[in-house]
Structure formats: structure tokens, C-alpha cells
């Protein structure tokens, strides 16, 4: 297993349709390629970021044909790169689309799919409940990668506030688990740096979390602040809440075995079983 993972971290503001994002894909890859990384994480929705519905159904595609992905796999040969191609919207059961993370090998090969398990369904105060379920189908697979890196999680948004995934992915073995996302400002600004590092020292591993940033071309607004946080919990990057970018750092492979000799949660897991006592 490599010691060390060069990787480069994506902050964009997705556009509406395919061909725009591919266009700016092309500059982030070699941007990357140029940093010498050895992979590239890239945030959720970054292959079509679109609320109209319609224009949404007649532009998604199967994950095999969808052209960001294929424009991902391409890249990733051309440049040699891995890509973590963030997620983009494919077709999913009967009407519903799937949010969709591959993982692609220098080769250009898909080594790995994950379909959003949890769904964005909140009601914030003062803002339309969010709904993604009414649109998305959830997936029902966690997903973990056997790579030169060692184990890599994937897991997409709303999924950081579900920690039994995160822990199961830890107790398997993941050095890194990926977390592109698309956070509101207002839970962006109460949670997201909160969620990454618990995720992260809970578990005693890296958690990257490429974001996306402003005002969108369909009107929404994100977070952005695409984070890294060590498996000690220290933010070793954010991108702040302005404007994309691409930064580039290198990770230490052994810090996660590092962080659990000292807290060893994981091997002090213990079953359990629940008293509810109701007073008579």
C-alpha cells in the first residue's frame, strides 16, 4: 500500500447542462495532472447541476452513457489521474433519477458505483422543504473500494449526518472516505465543518469533501468551504465560501492507523442492548 496519496481537491459552481461542466472539467484535470496528483476528488452534482425537472429528465442518461462520467473516464486515461467523479444525476427506477459517485482508475475504467443512500429531505425554517426524494430514489449499497491507497469509502451530502455509515466503513478498513457535496448556505454555515471533523476523529480517518460554491445557473446557492479533515481532526484544507478552485496536498496513508493506536474506538465498539424503562 502507497504511504503517501498526492490528491487534488475540486471546488466548482455547476452549470445546467453537460457540456459546460465537461468544458470546465477539462481545465481542472489538467490543473491537477500539472500538481502531479495522483487522484482528483470532485463535489456532488458537478456532472449536471439542474432544479427544473424537465429539463433535468430529458438531459440524464444510464451511468454507462451519461457524458460527464465518459468525459471523467477519459480524463483520467489521458492524464493517468484517479478521478473521484463527484456525483452526477442518472436515470434510477420508473421516473426517479439516482445521485450517482464513481470511481475511475488511471486506466479509465468505472472500478466502483454508489448511489446516495440518504436523501435531503429537510424544512428549514423560512425556506420550501428540500424534497430530494421526490425526484431521486435512494440507493441501498455502502460502498467501499480496494485500491493501492488502501480502503476508500464513498458516500455523497445529507449521508454525513448518518454516522453508523461511516462507521461501518471505518470498522472495514477505509483509510479515506469521500464526501462531495452541494450544501445550503444555512446548514453550510450551522454544520458542515462540525459534521466533517466528527466524521473524521469518530472514525480515525481522512474525510475529503470537494464542495460546491455560490450562485448556481439554475439559481441555487451552495456552501462551498470543500474541506479536507485528518483522521485527528484537524482541517488540513478549506477552500473557503467565494469561488472555485482547485488546491492540491499531499496525505499521509499512515495517519489513520496512527490516530486509532491512540484512540481505539473502533476495537472498543461494543454491543449493546437498549433498556426502555417506563416509570409506574
Same mark, same amino acid.
Given at each position: 500500500?502507497?504511504?503517501?496519496?498526492?490528491?487534488?481537491?475540486?471546488?466548482?459552481?455547476?452549470?445546467?447542462?453537460?457540456?459546460?461542466?465537461?468544458?470546465?472539467?477539462?481545465?481542472?484535470?489538467?490543473?491537477?495532472?500539472?500538481?502531479?496528483?495522483?487522484?482528483?476528488?470532485?463535489?456532488?452534482?458537478?456532472?449536471?447541476?439542474? +432544479?427544473?425537472?424537465? /429539463? =433535468?429528465?430529458?438531459?440524464?442518461?444510464?451511468?454507462?452513457?451519461?457524458?460527464? %462520467?465518459? *468525459?471523467?473516464?477519459?480524463?483520467?486515461?489521458?492524464?493517468?489521474?484517479?478521478?473521484?467523479?463527484?456525483?452526477?444525476?442518472?436515470?434510477?427506477?420508473?421516473?426517479?433519477?439516482?445521485?450517482?459517485?464513481?470511481?475511475?482508475?488511471?486506466?479509465?475504467?468505472?472500478?466502483?458505483?454508489?448511489?446516495?443512500?440518504?436523501?435531503?429531505?429537510?424544512?428549514?425554517?423560512?425556506?420550501?422543504?428540500?424534497?430530494?426524494?421526490?425526484?431521486?430514489?435512494?440507493?441501498?449499497?455502502?460502498?467501499?473500494?480496494?485500491?493501492?491507497?488502501?480502503?476508500?469509502?464513498?458516500?455523497?451530502?445529507?449521508?454525513?449526518?448518518?454516522?453508523?455509515?461511516?462507521?461501518?466503513?471505518?470498522?472495514?478498513?477505509?483509510?479515506?472516505?469521500?464526501?462531495?457535496?452541494?450544501?445550503?448556505?444555512?446548514?453550510? +454555515?450551522?454544520?458542515? /465543518? =462540525?459534521?466533517?471533523?466528527?466524521?473524521?476523529?469518530?472514525?480515525?480517518?481522512? %474525510?475529503? *469533501?470537494?464542495?460546491?460554491?455560490?450562485?448556481?445557473?439554475?439559481?441555487?446557492?451552495?456552501?462551498?468551504?470543500?474541506?479536507?479533515?485528518?483522521?485527528?481532526?484537524?482541517?488540513?484544507?478549506?477552500?473557503?465560501?467565494?469561488?472555485?478552485?482547485?488546491?492540491?496536498?499531499?496525505?499521509?496513508?499512515?495517519?489513520?492507523?496512527?490516530?486509532?493506536?491512540?484512540?481505539?474506538?473502533?476495537?472498543?465498539?461494543?454491543?449493546?442492548?437498549?433498556?426502555?424503562?417506563?416509570?409506574?
Amino acid at each position: 500500500m502507497s504511504q503517501n496519496l498526492r490528491l487534488s481537491l475540486a471546488q466548482t459552481t455547476s452549470a445546467k447542462t453537460h457540456a459546460s461542466n465537461i468544458e470546465n472539467l477539462s481545465q481542472i484535470v489538467k490543473a491537477a495532472a500539472d500538481a502531479d496528483a495522483e487522484m482528483l476528488a470532485l463535489p456532488e452534482v458537478v456532472g449536471l447541476m439542474n +432544479k427544473n425537472t424537465g /429539463e =433535468l429528465r430529458q438531459s440524464i442518461t444510464s451511468p454507462d452513457q451519461d457524458p460527464f %462520467i465518459l *468525459a471523467c473516464q477519459e480524463q483520467a486515461k489521458t492524464y493517468k489521474i484517479w478521478i473521484q467523479a463527484g456525483s452526477t444525476p442518472v436515470k434510477g427506477p420508473q421516473t426517479k433519477f439516482r445521485n450517482h459517485a464513481t470511481l475511475i482508475s488511471p486506466s479509465g475504467t468505472v472500478v466502483a458505483s454508489y448511489d446516495k443512500i440518504h436523501l435531503f429531505d429537510v424544512f428549514l425554517e423560512g425556506n420550501k422543504p428540500t424534497g430530494e426524494s421526490e425526484r431521486y430514489s435512494p440507493g441501498n449499497r455502502a460502498v467501499l473500494v480496494e485500491t493501492q491507497f488502501g480502503p476508500l469509502g464513498m458516500t455523497i451530502c445529507y449521508d454525513l449526518r448518518f454516522p453508523m455509515l461511516y462507521r461501518e466503513l471505518a470498522q472495514q478498513g477505509a483509510v479515506l472516505t469521500f464526501a462531495p457535496s452541494a450544501f445550503t448556505v444555512p446548514t453550510g +454555515k450551522a454544520h458542515w /465543518e =462540525l459534521l466533517l471533523r466528527a466524521r473524521a476523529v469518530e472514525n480515525g480517518m481522512w %474525510i475529503v *469533501a470537494a464542495a460546491q460554491v455560490g450562485r448556481h445557473e439554475d439559481e441555487r446557492k451552495t456552501w462551498g468551504h470543500s474541506m479536507i479533515v485528518s483522521p485527528w481532526g484537524d482541517v488540513i484544507v478549506d477552500m473557503g465560501g467565494i469561488k472555485p478552485g482547485i488546491v492540491t496536498v499531499d496525505l499521509d496513508l499512515e495517519a489513520p492507523a496512527k490516530a486509532r493506536r491512540q484512540i481505539p474506538s473502533l476495537r472498543n465498539d461494543r454491543p449493546y442492548i437498549m433498556d426502555r424503562i417506563k416509570p409506574t
